[in-house]
């Protein structure tokens, strides 16, 4: 028995330096010089993160670089899994500012199940034609159009925050909530043509299965008891997911095949199909993202539903709680920086006059710089999306640096624009550092990158800064914003898939009178 047992211990240790030298042995050998925190066997650098709680996790990392960051590179092994933490502009020149990294990383798998192989999560081919058709879709004179949505929605939003103000107590009112409504409602319309009313019906089937969603991507991405998807299947977390993607997929699917059928009694399929390049796509009438899809084309045949379903999913999730996160973050700034939020409502009724009722133009959102300032400003401090990833593919270097195939390369735009070396001064909110007429600071294009950098940057970046600045414009209007709280501490962040904050930002809302 002992000998048996030997045998397969012995056969056990033999197959294990077979798979170390074969595959890690190399991976090691050249990233040995890379820095790394202490590690273990097997495990790597897991146990550092291991029962962490969700704002712990990325201020560990934040750590792990500033002491052990060789060349502003971080080498992190989660067991057999290799990941480079990047934050040297000139690396991230080369992994974003060209196509050589082009693939997600694996983290990224999480979303498929919602979104398919939608433009966020695809690669190669598929995503080049499909980024090349969804172009259109974000000229001037589609986004013009939907400022009348911005503007229905932001004023719901308004008689939402009325109510709160009236009954708001000492400790004021999580703001957050009502913002994410909003963004829902508004990403709904523009993208699908159909409000799901989350503003006036919080309750509704839609409503919670985004909610829900939402959760389990945050949970599937930061807790590794989720990770793996053999345990995960087993969990009452996977029935929810597969509740709510039901949901989300079905009510987008009916609204598809609803106006795929609308455009073929109308006939308007019979007419040449919009080209990718078309300056005057959406100029005759008003369009919804998903008008756009139907009547665009790869390699001269239409877009099945499922193609279709994939881009209007990835749209509503890209543009839902990434808008919500930045306005959030916006509204906390202006209040803990009074002297900023007055010359932010100074602008706003110089451009758009005393009627608070009045609606927003395109053209007087254009003219809002001081508040463009304040956004930006935000988004370097408080980036939507706090850590970006890329996979590699075949084994490169960059800058003197091996990278092995098979690695994770992690970037975050939450750490770039808290280091003092590419922004003086980086915890106090300076939106004048972003005037590039008066600031003396110069900006490196690949330190700020709240929307990402190169060919996969956001493509929907100018459609959320003018929504962005349609609700701000009409909150400030209406109302002056106090923080509850203590202003000379910052929040604690979470920096999962989106930004948060481990407790509700609380504020108090005051009516403006002029």
């Not at 890690?24 to 590690?39: A, C, N, Q, W």
């Not at 195939?405 to 735009?413: D, E």
Request: aromatic share 10%; glycine share 6%; hydrophobic share 40%.
């Amino acid at each position: 028995m002992f000998l048996v047992l030997g045998l397969i211990l012995g056969s056990a240790i033999f197959v294990g330096l077979l798979i170390y030298q074969l595959k890690f042995k190399h991976l090691i050998e050249v990233t040995r010089d890379l820095g790394s925190p202490p590690s273990l066997p097997l495990v790597g650098h897991a146990h550092h993160f291991i029962g962490k709680a969700p704002h712990e996790l990325m201020q560990t990392i934040f750590n792990f670089l500033e002491k052990y960051g060789k060349d502003m590179t971080l080498k992190i092994w989660l067991g057999p899994e290799l990941n480079l933490l990047m934050s040297n502009p000139e690396d991230l020149k080369i992994i974003l500012g060209t196509l050589l990294f082009n693939d997600k990383a694996g983290e990224y798998k999480a979303l498929e199940p919602w979104l398919k192989e939608g433009l966020l999560v695809s690669g190669g081919r598929k995503w080049h034609n499909r980024r090349k058709i969804i172009t259109p879709a974000f000229h001037f004179k589609i986004l013009e159009q939907y400022i009348n949505i911005f503007q229905q929605q932001s004023v719901l939003l308004l008689s939402n925050l009325e109510k709160e103000r009236r009954q708001q107590g000492q400790t004021g009112f999580n703001l957050y909530d009502w913002i994410n409504l909003c963004t829902m409602d508004t990403i709904c319309e523009t993208a699908m043509g159909v409000s799901v009313n989350a503003q006036t019906n919080v309750d509704s089937e839609y409503v919670q299965a985004v909610k829900t969603i939402s959760m389990v991507l945050h949970k599937r991405m930061f807790n590794i008891f989720y990770r793996f998807d053999l345990t995960y299947m087993l969990t009452p977390l996977a029935r929810a997911e597969k509740r709510a993607l039901n949901v989300l997929h079905n009510f987008t699917e009916k609204i598809i095949v609803q106006r795929r059928e609308e455009l073929l009694r109308a006939g308007q399929q019979d007419t040449e199909p919009q080209s990718a390049g078309d300056a005057d796509v959406g100029a005759k009438r008003k369009m919804a993202f998903l008008d756009i899809l139907l009547q665009s084309t790869i390699d001269d045949k239409p877009l099945t539903n499922m193609d279709i379903r994939e881009e209007v999913d990835t749209f509503m999730f890209e543009g839902h709680d990434t808008t919500s996160s930045a306005i959030m973050f916006f509204f906390y700034n202006i209040a803990t920086y009074p002297d900023c939020q007055r010359k932010c409502l100074d602008e706003i009724i110089s451009v758009m006059g005393k009627d608070k009722e009045s609606p927003v133009t395109y053209n007087m959102l254009n003219k809002l710089s001081y508040v463009d300032l304040c956004i930006k400003e935000t988004l370097r401090m408080y980036p939507s999306v706090p850590l970006l990833g890329r996979k590699v593919l075949k084994e490169c270097e960059i800058n003197g640096k091996i990278i092995p195939a098979g690695s994770n390369i992690g970037i975050s735009p939450l750490y770039l624009g808290r280091r003092e070396d590419l922004f003086s001064d980086p915890n106090t909110f300076k939106p004048e550092r972003f005037d590039v007429v008066t600031s003396a600071e110069k900006q490196n294009p690949y330190a700020y990158i709240p929307f990402s950098a190169g060919p996969r940057n956001c493509i929907g970046q100018k459609f959320a800064i003018l929504e962005i600045k349609a609700v701000v414009a009409n909150v400030l209007r209406h109302y002056e914003i106090e923080f509850v709280g203590n202003a000379a501490e910052p929040p604690v962040l979470i920096a999962e898939l989106i930004l948060r904050t481990k407790d509700p930002l609380m504020f108090k809302l005051k009516e403006r009178v002029y």
